[in-house]
């Protein structure tokens, strides 16, 4: 392995996070990588959205489609005062590389690209295709991002077999876990009708936290599933809650209630917006609910993809991984329902959305040789 200085993922690590890509910005991150990768023989395609880059690459025409998928968007950096250097200026202190984005991802989007150059250095007649899916747009609305580029693929039938997400799934260290799926989340935004009157003629109103506190207790204490061997079992959760207009002697007209469920696949959203319907309709609510599908929980079993990561995390770490379906949503969610198999292994997660998020770079390297050695696993057989 080359010196730090002259470490390739290093310079393109620190390339991408100079550019200052808060979403649903892309600042050029897109355009250096098309760059390289046209230069690798892949095709680019952008395709922009609304307020929303996004690129497609592809070398290659025939199946199986490899497809690594990741965001050059990065979340807002907070207090500046909180960072011992600036956020947008990367800098390696003591091994790591400090810098927004250093971990989710922009340090797996370096890692990507230098793998797959070197994979198709090495391997020019490869099996199959390899392919970019990139947006600026996964950190915030996430509706003119992957999402539409998928829609665009499924129109023209141009599937994918196998994807694998950059998002940084590793815990303590580099490829100690994998995602191999990821719950679903349903979120409602419920509101419950009242009365409003003085609190001192409470006869003359109709109180709506009295009327719904036993219905969202009753929500609170279900038991949804019992989840899988994949899946914990499904949590219901009040994100918000807000009711009265802040004087001590007003009963409220409304209560404002924003809930979220993150689901296993041993339901589907529409049992659960029936039971909850059920619930508030038997505690006699006079209501209104709005649902919002941030998306269906998906699992990648054994098969080639899940061989391919284990082995080549084995072989340049000497870790068994741990493939797991915990934490939040991912962008994989939306490519998982064309049928391809999706895992996502990326740098460890400590940092991310944090002040002073950084990767180690000995990481970032040992990514980069991960990456490499899955595409050798599927590719070249």
Known sequence: MSGVEDSAVLALAKDLISRQSVTPLDEGCQTLMAERLAKAGFTIESMVFEDTTNMWARKGTDAPLFCFAGHTDVVPVGDLNRWHTPPFDPVVIDG?????????????????????????????????????????????????????????????????????????????????????GRRGSLTGNLTVKGIQGHVAYPHLADNPIHRA???????????????????????????????????????????????????????????????????????GLDYEIDWVFNGLPFLTGDGPLLEATKAAIKQVTGLDTDPQTSGGTSDGRFIAPTGAQVIELGPVNATIHKVNECVKVADLELLTDCYEAILEHLLCK
């Open 96 to 180: 790591y590389l400090y810098g927004r984005g250093a971990a989710d991802m922009k340090g797996s989007l370096a890692a990507m690209l230098v793998a797959t150059e070197r994979f198709v250095a090495k391997h020019p007649n490869h099996q199959g295709s390899i392919a970019f899916l990139i947006t600026s747009d996964e950190e915030g609305p996430f509706i003119n991002g992957t999402t539409r580029v998928i829609d665009t693929l499924e129109a023209r039938n141009e599937k994918i077999t196998w994807s694998l997400v950059g998002e940084p799934s590793s815990t303590h260290k580099l490829g100690d876990i994998v995602k191999n």
């Open 213 to 283: 506190a036993p219905a969202l207790d009753e929500l609170a204490k279900m038991k949804w599933d019992n989840g899988n061997e994949f899946f914990p079992p499904t949590s219901f959760q009040i994100a918000n809650i807000n009711g009265g207009t802040g004087a001590s002697n007003v009963i409220p007209g409304a209560l404002e209630v924003m809930f979220n469920f993150r689901y296993s696949t041993e339901v589907t959203a529409e049992i659960l917006i029936k039971r909850v319907l059920n619930i508030l309709d038997a505690h």
